[in-house]
Nanobody, 121 residues
């Protein structure tokens, strides 16, 4: 069984920082893109940032310059450093990964359970 295990979010004051991490555990042949989505109350889930197997990153316009993704391919982990947090960053953050279980498998999408980040004074 393969899981994505996310670190715990939390309550942060506006302007503060928080780091989320996500680790893939279990038997996996390969991982392509990994990233983070978020879903605020009453809104659709949206991409925050992702990083390809080659290290190329992609960020939502709303977080560019404030959030930074990094990846440790050897450990199958990704991190999201969030700085200058705003109340509108409040959401449940979901880690995801595009994985192949076996060399012959199709690419499958795997999701974490979600972690709540609240930005409020």
């Amino acid at each position: 069984q393969v899981h994505l295990v996310e670190s715990v979010g939390g309550l942060v004051q506006p302007g503060g920082s928080l780091r989320l991490s996500c680790a893939a555990s279990g038997s996996i042949f390969s991982i392509n893109t990994m990233g983070w989505y978020r879903q605020a109350p009453g809104k659709e889930r949206e991409l925050v940032a992702d990083i390809t197997n080659g290290g190329s990153t992609n960020y939502a316009d709303s977080v560019k310059g404030r959030f930074t993704m990094s990846r440790d391919r050897a450990k199958n982990t990704v991190s999201l450093q969030m700085n200058s947090l705003k109340p509108e960053d409040t959401a449940v953050y979901y880690c995801y990964a595009q994985i192949k279980y076996y060399p012959w498998s199709d690419i499958a999408s795997l999701w974490g359970q979600g972690t709540l980040v609240t930005v409020s004074s």
